[in-house]
T-cell receptor
Framework: DVKVTQSSRYLVKRTGEKVFLECVQDMDHENMFWYRQDPGLGLRLIYF???????EKGDIPEGYSVSREKKERFSLILESASTNQTSMYLC????????????FGDGTRLSIL | GNSVTQMEGPVTLSEEAFLTINCTYT??????LFWYVQYPGEGLQLLLKATKADDKGSNKGFEATYRKETTSFHLEKGSVQVSDSAVYFCALSDPQGAQKLVFGQGTRLTINP
């Protein structure tokens, strides 16, 4: 069965820290995505990657970066965490084939104090 | 640009009631349309999809029809159960490719016994 695994369910960090969120998929998917979920705003795309070492900005990339050194792993990095980055972060992967859905991890609830 | 608008929530119904959650979209080209569901404490799961006009997606008693003339993809279920309590997201795939999704803001559904 399809599996997208996020390394932490809950994370608490301090303002100014560098924060890493990890995501691994076991489906050999080409595409991987990072979203943040906030009440009333739905899911907003931060970054996505369609191949190893390739990345593209989504709708809200400011304050974030990503890394994809291996096909199965996609990391989201908060360079200097701020309180407005407190949110639920969701990772997803997709085959890249048209009309196919994305598959999501369970999310990481990140609190920045 | 592409966008999705869902009906305002939260929605509260009694068990066995009829459910409709409205979803309309704006897109250039011919997107695929999806409904995702998020149960408490979990990530998003694909509920159903439709890839072209007049397609009907269905799963677990839920249905939605891709209406190009009204740019809508409303979610319906004839008789809801307590276990249907969740947040529902309507989404479209970017017709330009890369499997990117654009989400609505989500509708929280609570079913009372």
């Amino acid at each position: 069965d399809v599996k997208v695994t996020q390394s932490s369910r809950y994370l608490v960090k301090r303002t100014g820290e560098k924060v890493f969120l990890e995501c691994v998929q076991d489906m050999d998917h080409e595409n991987m995505f990072w979203y943040r979920q906030d009440p009333g705003l739905g899911l907003r795309l931060i970054y996505f990657s369609y191949d190893v070492k390739m990345k593209e900005k989504g709708d809200i990339p400011e304050g974030y970066s990503v890394s994809r050194e291996k096909k199965e792993r996609f990391s989201l990095i908060l360079e200097s965490a701020s309180t407005n980055q407190t949110s639920m972060y969701l990772c997803a992967s997709g085959s890249g084939k048209k009309n196919q859905p994305q598959h999501f991890g369970d999310g990481t609830r990140l609190s920045i104090l | 640009g592409n966008s999705v608008t869902q009906m305002e929530g939260p929605v509260t119904l009694s068990e066995e009631a009829f459910l409709t959650i409205n979803c309309t979209y704006t897109a250039t080209g011919y997107p695929s349309l999806f409904w995702y569901v998020q149960y408490p404490g979990e990530g998003l799961q694909l509920l159903l999809k439709a890839t072209k006009a007049d397609d009907k997606g269905s799963n677990k008693g839920f249905e939605a029809t891709y209406r190009k003339e009204t740019t809508s993809f409303h979610l319906e279920k004839g008789s809801v159960q307590v276990s249907d309590s969740a947040v529902y997201f309507c989404a479209l795939s970017d017709p330009q490719g890369a499997q990117k999704l654009v989400f609505g803001q989500g509708t929280r559904l609570t079913i009372n016994p």
